[in-house]
């Protein structure tokens, strides 16, 4: 399968090797298209309906609460299609592509009424969004930890 590299990265005079990360397809989608992939990705929490989200075929998610990396398309929207159902509204702060990564910072509203920020990390290829890292802000953590733990997981939502 084609790669992209970036380049390498030099800290205090240490350089690291690049990030290699395979291209489904030998292609790079143009970083319009990964703005839209992800912004759909964050609507889909809203319209609970991921069905039109373009993960690639080797989308790993890494769960927020157990930190458990899911694989698959099955596996990532077993977990987020029952977190979405407790997701009332969504608004799209900002997303930022610089393939192969690329993040975004959004706002949910749960169906109770909390407002949580998330920022997400991602890795791309050629087919959309191979890796998804969500990191809820930590103030909300510290000042709603069992709120953010039942929206997460159902359990007493």
């Given at each position: 399968?084609?790669?992209?590299?970036?380049?390498?990265?030099?800290?205090?005079?240490?350089?690291?090797?690049?990030?290699?990360?395979?291209?489904?397809?030998?292609?790079?989608?143009?970083?319009?298209?990964?703005?839209?992939?992800?912004?759909?990705?964050?609507?889909?929490?809203?319209?609970?309906?991921?069905?039109?989200?373009?993960?690639?075929?080797?989308?790993?998610?890494?769960?927020?609460?157990?930190?458990?990396?899911?694989?698959?398309?099955?596996?990532?929207e077993s977990f987020i299609g029952?977190?979405?159902?407790?997701?009332?509204?969504?608004?799209?702060?900002?997303?930022?592509?610089?393939?192969?990564?690329?993040?975004?910072?959004?706002?949910?509203?749960?169906?109770?009424?909390?407002?949580?920020?998330?920022?997400?990390?991602?890795?791309?290829?050629?087919?959309?969004?191979?890796?998804?890292?969500p990191i809820i802000?930590?103030?909300?953590?510290?000042?709603?930890?069992?709120?953010?733990?039942?929206?997460?997981?159902?359990?007493?939502?």
């Amino acid at each position: 399968m084609p790669t992209t590299q970036t380049p390498a990265v030099k800290d205090a005079g240490d350089t690291y090797p690049p990030l290699t990360v395979p291209v489904a397809n030998g292609k790079q989608l143009d970083k319009e298209t990964y703005r839209k992939i992800i912004e759909s990705y964050f609507r889909a929490f809203e319209t609970h309906d991921f069905s039109k989200v373009q993960f690639s075929s080797e989308v790993e998610f890494l769960a927020p609460i157990n930190r458990l990396a899911l694989k698959g398309r099955d596996e990532v929207e077993s977990f987020i299609g029952p977190v979405s159902s407790r997701v009332l509204a969504v608004r799209v702060l900002n997303t930022n592509v610089d393939f192969p990564t690329a993040s975004g910072l959004w706002q949910i509203t749960t169906t109770k009424g909390a407002q949580y920020t998330v920022h997400n990390f991602f890795r791309l290829d050629g087919e959309g969004l191979r890796y998804i890292w969500p990191i809820i802000d930590p103030l909300v953590v510290i000042n709603d930890p069992l709120g953010v733990v039942r929206w997460l997981t159902g359990n007493g939502y």
